[in-house]
C-alpha cells in the first residue's frame, strides 16, 4: 500500500494537487485515511487545493463524447460509474492512473450487492441481513426511482448502455479495450457510491482526488468548497462566450465593478479546515450533516455508534392509505378534505416550536426522529384525515390549526382547557392513530423478534456475520424510534 501512496502523491504533484505538509496520507482499512503531524491546525486553513482538470467527471473523462451526463441521483451515479469503469479499463493509459490505483481493488461491501451471484455463488451472510433489512429505511433506498430493485436498475443499465458504449470507445478511440464484466461495473458503482462529490454545475458528480480520502464522521474537522454556480456548458466561474444566451443576471460569473473585468477566481475545489484539528489525530470529512445510518448504509457500507439523524419516514401515499385503510368509509379522492399544499402552507407550524412531542424536520418529511418526535408535517396529514370527516372542506385547515393550538396547551398542562369537547376527543383520536401508525411500522420490523431477542441475535453475528450485524443494528435503532414514540403518545396524549 506504501508503493500505492506515492504513485497517488506523485500524480497529485504533476497534477498540481497541492496537499499541506501537515496532512498525511496513510493506509487505512477502507483504503486510504488522512491524518494530521506534530502540528496543531487552526480553522478555516485551506489543506488540500485540486485543480479542476484533476477531477473525473463524465464531461472530463476520454469518453465524454459517448457518454450521456446528467446532474443528479442514480442517473449521474451510472453515468459517473461508466465513465470510471472505461478509465479503470484503460489502465496505465489513463490520465488518472496514479489516482485510479490508489483505490479499493474490489467492490464496496453495499447492501445492495448483498445477494449478487459471483463466481455462481452468493454471500450467505448478505442473504441473511437482507432479509432483516426488509421494512426499513435501509430497504427504502434500495429501491430504484421507479420503485424496482437498484440492483434491477443497476443491470439495465449495463446491459442497455455500458456494454454498446464501451463497445463504440473500443472501436473509436481505445482499441483493444476489453469488454467489461457485470462484476466490474458494480465495482466501479460502489466506488462512485461511496466516494463520489456533486461539485458543479459542470461536472455534476465527480470523483475528487484526495477529497475521497478523507472518512466520514460527525464530529468532522473538514469539508469542501466549491463554487457550484458556474457555467453547465464549459464550466467557467467567470464570464463566458455562453453568458450571451443568458440573462445579465446569472450568477456563474462576477464582474468586477472598477474596470468590468472579470475577477480571477481559482479553478480548485479546497478541503478547508472548519475546526481546529488535533496533533497526531485523523481528520473527518463529513458526507452530509444530515445523513442517518440508514443512508450511511446504503450509501457508504457503515453506520455510526450513534446518529442523532436517524428517523422512520413515510411517503405521502403510503400515510394516505395506512389512514383509509382505518376508516369506516373511504374517500381516497379527498383524504385530506383539501390538497395537500393548501394544508400545509396555510399551517403555522411554529406554535410546535417548543413542543416535546412535535418537531419541525430540515424537509417537508412525514417521519419520527430519533428522539421519538413525530414532524408537524405527519401530525397535519393525521389530523386533517380526522378533520375531513366531521367538517366541510373548507373548515378544514382553521380546525386543524384550532387542534394544534388546543395540543399545546394540553402539553402545557394549561389547566384552563376544556377537556371535555370536541377538541378533546379529536386529540385523543390523533394520538390513537399516532400509537396504531407506530404498531403497524414495527409489524414490518424483525420478523416478530422483540429487541431483547434482537439484541442477543446482535451479541452472536459480531464477528462471524458482519452484514448480519450490521442490519441488526438498523432494525434495533428503528425499533427503538418507533418505542419511543409510542411510549410519549400511549394513553391519548
Known amino acids: 500500500m506504501e508503493h500505492k501512496i506515492t504513485t497517488l502523491l506523485n500524480w497529485c504533484t ?46 472530463s473523462c476520454s469518453a465524454s463524447q459517448f457518454i450521456e451526463s446528467s446532474p443528479y441521483g442514480l442517473e449521474a451515479q451510472l453515468a459517473l460509474s461508466l ?4 478509465e479503470l479499463q484503460r489502465g496505465t493509459s489513463s490520465r488518472w492512473y496514479g489516482y485510479l490505483q490508489s483505490l479499493p481493488e474490489t467492490m464496496v461491501d453495499l447492501p445492495v450487492f448483498w445477494d449478487l ?20 429505511e435501509v430497504q427504502k433506498l434500495l429501491a ?49 457510491s461511496s466516494r463520489a462529490f456533486l461539485v458543479d454545475a459542470y461536472h455534476g458528480l465527480s470523483m475528487v482526488p484526495i477529497a475521497d480520502a478523507f472518512n466520514h464522521s460527525d464530529d468532522h474537522r473538514v469539508h469542501l468548497e466549491t463554487e457550484y454556480e458556474v457555467c453547465p456548458e464549459c464550466g467557467s466561474l467567470q464570464q463566458c462566450p455562453h453568458d450571451q444566451s443568458i440573462e445579465l443576471s446569472s450568477n456563474h460569473f462576477t464582474p468586477n465593478n472598477s474596470n468590468d473585468k472579470p475577477i480571477q477566481v481559482d479553478d480548485t475545489y479546497d478541503m478547508v479546515s472548519n475546526a481546529t484539528i488535533s496533533p497526531h489525530s485523523e481528520v473527518f470529512n463529513t458526507y452530509g450533516e444530515t445523513t442517518s445510518n440508514a443512508q450511511l448504509l446504503a450509501r457508504y457500507g457503515f453506520s455510526l455508534d450513534v446518529n442523532e439523524n436517524d428517523s422512520i419516514s413515510w411517503d405521502f401515499d403510503d400515510l394516505i392509505n395506512f389512514l383509509e385503510a382505518g376508516s369506516q368509509a373511504r374517500d381516497l379522492s379527498a383524504p385530506l378534505g383539501l390538497p395537500w399544499n393548501i394544508l400545509s402552507d396555510s399551517f ?8 416535546e412531542l412535535l418537531f419541525k424536520p430540515s424537509d417537508a418529511a412525514f417521519c419520527i426522529n430519533c428522539e421519538g418526535k413525530i414532524s408537524w408535517q405527519l401530525w397535519l396529514v393525521i389530523v386533517s384525515h380526522k378533520c375531513a370527516r366531521l367538517v366541510p372542506a373548507n373548515q378544514v385547515a382553521a380546525l386543524s390549526s384550532e387542534l ?12 384552563e382547557t376544556d377537556i371535555s369537547g370536541m377538541n378533546n376527543s379529536l ?67
Open 404 to 415: 394544534g393550538r388546543y395540543h399545546i396547551s394540553r402539553e402545557k398542562e394549561d389547566f
Open 348 to 355: 403555522d407550524e411554529d406554535i410546535f416550536s417548543e413542543s
Open 117 to 136: 451471484e459471483i463466481g455462481g455463488r452468493t454471500l450467505e451472510d448478505g442473504m441473511e441481513a437482507l432479509k432483516w433489512l426488509r421494512g426499513t
Open 144 to 192: 430504484g426511482p421507479d420503485g424496482n430493485p437498484l440492483i434491477e436498475s443497476i443491470r439495465n443499465y449495463f446491459n442497455e448502455i455500458v456494454v454498446p458504449t464501451t463497445a463504440r470507445f473500443s472501436i473509436k478511440i481505445a482499441a483493444g479495450l476489453v469488454q467489461p464484466t457485470f462484476y466490474q461495473f458494480c465495482r466501479a458503482f460502489s466506488l462512485v
Open 14 to 59: 504533476i497534477n498540481d494537487i497541492q496537499i499541506d505538509k501537515r496532512l498525511r496520507v496513510v493506509p487505512d482499512v477502507t483504503g486510504l485515511a488522512v491524518h494530521s503531524d506534530s502540528t496543531l491546525i487552526e480553522t478555516s486553513q485551506t489543506l488540500v487545493k485540486i485543480p479542476k482538470t484533476a477531477v473525473l467527471s463524465v464531461k
Open 83 to 86: 465513465a470510471l469503469l472505461i
Open 427 to 493: 386529540s385523543q383520536e390523533i394520538a390513537y392513530t399516532v400509537v396504531e401508525l407506530c404498531q403497524h411500522y414495527k409489524v414490518q420490523l424483525g420478523a416478530g423478534k422483540d429487541q431483547e431477542s434482537l439484541g442477543n441475535l446482535l451479541d452472536e453475528q459480531a464477528l462471524s456475520q458482519p452484514r448480519t450485524r450490521l442490519a441488526l443494528l438498523q432494525v434495533i435503532t428503528e425499533f427503538s424510534i418507533v418505542d419511543s414514540c409510542e411510549a410519549s403518545w400511549q394513553g391519548g396524549e
